[in-house]
């Protein structure tokens, strides 16, 4: 049976930043549900499994829960819109396509965590996001259903759209507080987390689009029907950014933990001019490389960890036999590298020279001391931010040098294990 | 074959007149064009599946080659040779060279490259001279409007009236280059230029050197670029594809270093393509007056990156092309000599049009005698003939190409007519571009016969060398200045590109059903068939 686009991409809720449309096709109903019962939101957001999407996989209740629980007079929260990882197209979508389901979202969130302000913090660059988010959260301002949730607070509550940089590192979640406090989107040492501490020292809870889209049909539906959507012990559906070297590529919503086959060869309509199957870079694309010994895995948060890679965005940029890996590579670390904050002297200099090196390799121009240099940094590397960067640039590298030695020109072990982490 | 009258009855038919007479025309031009002229055949027009030109008409051994895979696979770009630049030009020609003096001398760092060598080109072949409105009774108006005439009205009228503006500067830059032309009084200092009558002017506006003005040009044209110290050339390099950004703006090119048997990645701010046209493609059997390298690579390139065409299914059949001997089949015999008197003769011995009517319209009428059974038959070889034996004696003087084409075929011109039947030479459509050469596609610029809108369905004599410099001055210069302002804004070598529209490219190929097995662009077809040699090793390892 098809299962393409039940909840977030369904027909029936693609219906811009018009209110009225989006109450007509049941929006508004999981706000309802949710200011019946407040006290229980969190424990159904709990119940359902619903994962941070932005990468990270992280349980979403336990931040809304830490979020709830700490001491603060005006509350945050905040939807991360800054999308910009090569290869994932999915929060874009739903801004632009579907705002009212990523606003509802936010609000149940606002109403679960007692917030005062509710913020979406929106990339600019991607397409009709920013313009259809200001529309949408302009209608809600004079809606009955703010009013019934500024009654249930107490207190009034603020909504507001704000651009960000567009900066790769302005997604990273202490960046964004960085950013909206009005300063370069520097990320901070965790801890303290947001949750805890976090725009003007408020605690702060900072939601994915995508994870925030989700809340207003578990609430509607239930914990149990969300947990139904996925296959196997996952729960939900998840955003495919699917791209690379497949016939179809394109954004698919398919029950969590769809098989990496399926997804390439059925969905994608398999491998663009028949060409073999070769690798794919998921995620950020900062983790490690799946090949063709992981088709069958499951694309849920834990079933990809178990093969020591991680599900991240959803960004699926699959490679074929006929291209090759350490120009993809380099085209990342590249990306990395001019997306470096800067702040951290090793992150800074170490992304770069790990592009430089590859530029060399990738152009036939390195020798064996650039090899080793490569190695070594991939060693020294790692933890030596202040937050992921670096090392997600070093596990690209790692894995790639592991996974295709002959590609860089270095002894094939007779057995590669499939553990590169 | 059709039936023809033999060439010893045609002989006996031509002499028998001390002046052939004209038959009156039966058919009006428009009618002749639809019922004979080759683009009208019934198969030379099919519509194009995918593409930014989706739904046009075009040549349909043109359109598999459009609609084609690309030569290279992302892996063939694994250790190549990166190199970058301003301006990359590609294409040896007029229009290849004037941009890169132009670029050049506009301060821009320029690479040309050539599948051959630089005027290895039809710039060498074309014989007749060059339009511009220099005459004193003359004025751009005029020239404009004659070539609109000529073009049936489908000329892009903004390119064609900064072509015809641009033609005495042109002339002028030529003449400082040290080109020389022919003059009224060649003994004089400071001659007055000799003006010659092109087919379908209004004016005597041809400017020529005897009748081997390209030759000429090329010569001065090869000399200051190889001479010009910002211009590094490649040789025998021929484009195996360009490369693009995210955004899908042009990124340089991929070269293919035939000496060294290996791939190079050239990186430029701008690149122009002026890759000329397809002659050699041979369009419906045609014989062609084109050299070998005319096989519409530029063409297929750029419209993979998404550049839009116009007027693909226009084509120009010369009239006069040589139809015997065989070994010389489609050479060409100048419009040069029926602008000097030389007249067409069918086998009955009749003028059956003017000789200086639109090359189209004389192809056509050509065509309608071979298959009213008025042609000749010589050895097999169908034709009618040109008579050239009005043009006397200074024919070898003043026609010199014309004289050693003759010598080839072991006619005495002046005493002997040509056999001659209408040869490919010229592709009137092509990429669509703006007044600067600007294509639909940001940082690709075309010049020269690659481009289309500048001469309509049809073009006349003596515009082809105008159009390549003018355009190709003007696609030097925008070049120059635009890769200027991204210098400035970052000094960085320019952004490397990578072949992602390629695959957007195979994605739609599969996506309409089209066979993905045809690649393109042939660059060597039938001759020496290019190999391209991959990176050894890894690639095999894999396999």
Not at chain 1, 289 to 297: G, I, Y
Not at chain 2, 239 to 256: F, K, N, Q, R, T
Not at chain 2, 378 to 404: I, K, M, S, Y
Request: include cysteine; charge should be neutral; proline fraction near 5%.
């Amino acid at each position: 049976m098809e299962k393409l686009n039940q909840v977030l991409l369904n027909p029936a809720v693609q219906v811009g930043p018009n209110l009225d449309a989006w109450l007509q096709a049941g929006g508004g109903l999981g706000l309802q549900v949710a200011l019946g019962a407040r006290s229980t939101i969190i424990r159904q957001i709990a119940d359902a499994d619903l994962r941070g999407m932005g990468g990270a996989g992280f349980p979403a209740w336990r931040k809304w829960e830490a979020t709830a629980n700490a001491v603060g007079d005006s509350k945050y929260v905040v939807c991360n819109g800054n999308e910009d990882e090569p290869g994932t197209f999915k929060d874009r979508t739903l801004l632009s396509a579907s705002p009212h389901q990523v606003v509802e979202g936010a609000l149940i969130a606002a109403l679960a965590v007692r917030a005062a302000c509710v913020i979406f913090y929106i990339n600019p660059h991607q397409g009709q996001s920013m313009q259809h988010m200001q529309l949408a959260v302009s209608q809600w301002q004079h809606s009955t259903l703010l009013q019934q949730l500024e009654q249930a607070l107490g207190h009034p509550l603020e909504i507001k759209v704000v651009a960000s940089s567009g900066r790769y590192i302005g997604g990273e979640e202490t960046a964004v507080v960085a950013s909206l406090e009005a300063g370069f989107p520097f990320p901070r040492k965790k801890p303290p987390f947001p949750a805890e501490q976090g725009i003007n020292g408020q605690p702060t809870l900072i939601n994915n689009v995508e994870t925030l889209a989700n809340v207003s049909h578990i609430l509607r539906h239930g914990a149990d029907w969300y947990r139904a959507l996925g296959v196997g012990k996952a729960s939900g559906t998840k955003l495919y950014s699917l791209s690379g070297d497949v016939l179809r590529p394109g954004l698919y919503e398919l029950p969590m933990g769809t098989s990496l086959q399926e997804l390439v060869f059925h969905y994608g309509g398999g491998m663009l001019q028949g060409k073999a199957f070769k690798a794919v870079f998921t995620g950020g694309p900062s983790n490690t490389l799946l090949t063709a010994r992981d088709l069958d895995v499951a694309l849920d948060f834990d079933s990809v960890w178990l093969r020591h890679s991680r599900l991240g965005t959803g960004a699926m940029i699959v490679i074929s036999e006929g291209s090759s890996i350490i120009r993809k590579v380099a085209e990342y670390i590249d990306f990395f590298a001019k997306g470096s904050c800067g702040q951290c002297p090793s992150c800074k200099c170490g992304t770069f020279q790990l592009a430089r090196l590859l530029d060399r390799v990738d152009g036939g121009r390195h020798s064996h001391a650039d090899l080793d240099a490569l190695q070594h940094l991939c060693q020294i590397l790692p933890g030596s931010g202040r937050c992921g960067l670096i090392d997600g640039a070093v596990t690209v590298v790692k894995s790639s040098m592991h996974t295709f030695p002959q590609e860089y020109g270095l002894p094939v072990s007779a057995e590669p294990s499939t553990a590169t982490a | 074959m059709n039936s023809a009258i033999p060439y010893a009855q045609a002989l006996t038919n031509l002499t028998a007149h001390a002046q052939p007479p004209l038959r009156p025309a039966e058919l009006s031009r428009s009618a002749l064009l639809a019922q004979y002229h080759p683009d009208s055949d019934a198969n030379a027009s099919t519509l194009l599946q995918i593409g930014p030109s989706r739904g046009q008409a075009c040549h349909p051994q043109l359109a598999a080659l459009l609609q084609s895979n690309a030569l290279i696979d992302g892996f063939d770009l694994a250790g190549a040779e990166q190199r970058s630049t301003d301006v990359l030009v590609i294409g040896g020609g007029g229009a290849g060279a004037a941009a890169a003096l132009t670029a050049a001398r506009s301060g821009a760092q320029v690479m040309l490259a050539s599948k051959l060598r630089l005027g290895d080109s039809n710039t060498v072949m074309a014989e007749g001279g060059i339009q511009a409105a220099l005459a004193a009774s003359d004025s751009p108006q005029q020239h404009f409007d004659d070539a609109m005439r000529g073009g049936h009205q489908c000329a892009n009228p903004q390119l064609l009236a900064q072509m015809a503006s641009d033609a005495p500067g042109v002339i002028r830059w030529l003449i400082e280059l040290g080109m020389h032309f022919d003059l009224e009084d060649p003994l004089s200092d400071g001659g007055k230029l000799r003006y010659k009558q092109a087919g379908g002017c209004s004016q005597r506006r041809i400017l020529c050197y005897r009748d081997y003005t390209g030759l000429e040009m090329m010569r001065v044209l090869r000399e200051t670029v190889e001479l010009d110290p910002a211009i590094s050339l490649l040789n025998r390099c021929p484009v195996v594809e360009l490369l693009s950004h995210e955004d899908g703006s042009c990124a340089g090119a991929v070269l293919y270093d035939l000496e060294y048997q290996r791939f190079m990645v050239v990186s430029a701010r701008q690149t122009i393509l002026a890759t000329g046209g397809c002659g050699r493609l041979h369009l419906q059997g045609f014989p062609t007056s084109n050299h070998y390298g005319a096989t519409a690579d530029g063409l297929v390139l750029a419209y993979r990156l998404g550049a839009g065409l116009r007027d693909m299914d226009a084509f120009q059949y010369h009239p006069t092309g040589v139809a015997w001997p065989q070994r010389l089949r489609g050479g060409l015999i100048s419009e040069a000599a029926r602008s000097g008197g030389a007249l067409l003769v069918n086998g009955l011995g009749e003028r059956f049009i003017e000789e200086l009517a639109p090359r189209d319209v004389v192809s056509a009428a050509i065509l309608r005698e071979c298959a009213a059974g008025r042609g000749i038959e010589r050895n097999g070889q169908l034709g009618v003939f040109l008579d050239t034996r009005a043009l006397g004696p200074e024919l070898a003087q003043r026609l010199p190409a014309l004289q050693h084409l003759a010598d080839k075929c072991g006619i005495d011109p002046s005493r002997e007519p040509m056999l001659i039947y209408p040869t490919l030479h010229y592709q009137n459509g092509g990429v669509v571009i703006d007044g600067n050469g600007q294509t639909e596609v940001p940082g690709l610029l075309c010049a020269g016969e690659i481009t289309g809108g500048i001469h309509g369905r049809n073009r006349l004599m003596g515009n082809a060398l105008l159009d390549i410099l003018a355009f190709g001055r003007r696609a030097g210069r925008q070049a120059a200045r635009l890769a200027q302002a991204a210098r400035h804004k970052s000094s960085l070598p320019p952004l490397r590109g990578g072949i992602e529209h390629v695959y957007r490219w195979q994605r739609q190929l599969a996506l309409a059903g089209l066979d993905a097995s045809v690649q393109a662009p042939l660059l060597y077809p039938g001759q020496a068939r290019l190999a391209l040699h991959r990176p050894t090793g890894t690639r095999a390892q894999e396999k």
